[in-house]
């Protein structure tokens, strides 16, 4: 199948549509928590980072729905944003009930809607990478309710789908702008991951801010003991190569970051493991959750 072709266009969004699950976040099985459990998440630094990330998606994404010509495209881009801001209603719901601590999320004039919904498809490749380490570290500690993971794994899944429809999104468009535009896809793919890095990174160094893509080791602290770098590498590699195998082989997956990674655990697995500390007094063994995960999703 030739990317940028009708037939690659008709697989990538159809697989998207077949994605899609009705819910609203509010009448999902929220589960009543404890303190310990209460204070756990109050003690997660990202809330604010989340709310404001969802909640700017889904009107930048229907701005670019509303500047594409193709019917099944901009459909899709449309059921994107829908699902973005339903994250954010979910985030949202989540705070309001169990009292996590957020800031009001500022908005982000958006001039350039292509150019803003590809920065941040490719920081989504990169928070979703993180997020599904996270995911797994955090269910196999066993310190909150199997019932927030039940709701978490729709937004897992839901994650692996933007991911691999904007890849396709991006591949599919570069391929029908041009020779030139073809020709330089890999190294613009590269320049955007390292903009959403960049971005990363001045989150994660700003002293007046906790918040943000240091969201991986920060929370996966609050969850496990003894926490090690190949640990959290393993889980992210591990877990992103289960909800990647579920497409469809002629689709395009992210693949740069998990190689990567895959690389720096490969090269971290030769070295003495070393701790990042405890974050929480009260973090449980940690075991696979590759099986848990899949009830969830």
């Known amino acids: 199948m030739r990317i940028g072709s009708e037939e690659h266009k008709k697989l990538f969004c159809r697989t998207f549509f077949e994605g899609h699950e009705k819910y609203e976040p509010a009448d999902l099985s929220w589960p009543a928590l404890n303190e310990e459990e209460l204070a756990l998440l109050r003690g997660l630094p990202f809330w604010t980072h989340a ?62 809607p292509i150019r803003a919904f590809t920065h941040f498809g490719f920081e989504e490749c990169l928070d979703s990478f993180g997020a599904f380490g996270l995911f797994t570290l955090a269910r196999g ?27 396709n999104w991006y591949a599919h468009r570069q391929a029908n702008l041009g020779v030139t535009e073809r020709v330089f896809r890999p190294t613009l793919s590269l320049w955007y991951y390292g903009k959403a890095l960049v971005q990363i990174g001045a989150l994660v160094n700003d002293d007046d801010s906790d918040e943000g893509a240091d969201f991986i080791v920060t929370g996966a602290k609050a969850f496990v003991d003894d926490l090690t770098l190949q640990r959290v590498i393993g889980a992210c590699v591990s877990e992103n190569e289960w909800r990647m195998a579920g497409f469809d082989r002629r689709l ?28 929480s007094k009260n973090s449980g063994p940690t075991t696979d959750s590759r099986e848990q995960t899949s009830r969830a999703a």
């Open 141 to 167: 500690a066993d310190l909150l309710p199997d019932g927030i993971f039940q709701i978490f794994g729709k937004v897992m899944r839901e994650e692996s789908h933007h991911i691999v429809f904007f890849i």
């Open 51 to 112: 709310l404001q990330f969802e909640s700017e998606a889904g009107p930048m994404i229907r701005s670019v729905a509303a500047l594409e010509n193709d019917p099944m495209i901009r459909e899709a881009l449309e059921l994107q944003a829908y699902e973005e801001e339903r994250h954010a209603r979910l985030v949202q719901h989540m705070i309001d009930l169990y009292g996590l601590p957020y800031e009001t999320a500022r908005e982000e004039p958006n001039p350039d």
């Open 252 to 279: 395009i997956v992210p693949t740069l970051i998990p190689t990567l990674a895959a690389f720096a655990g490969a090269a971290l697995a030769l070295l003495p493991e070393r701790s990042f500390g405890s974050f």
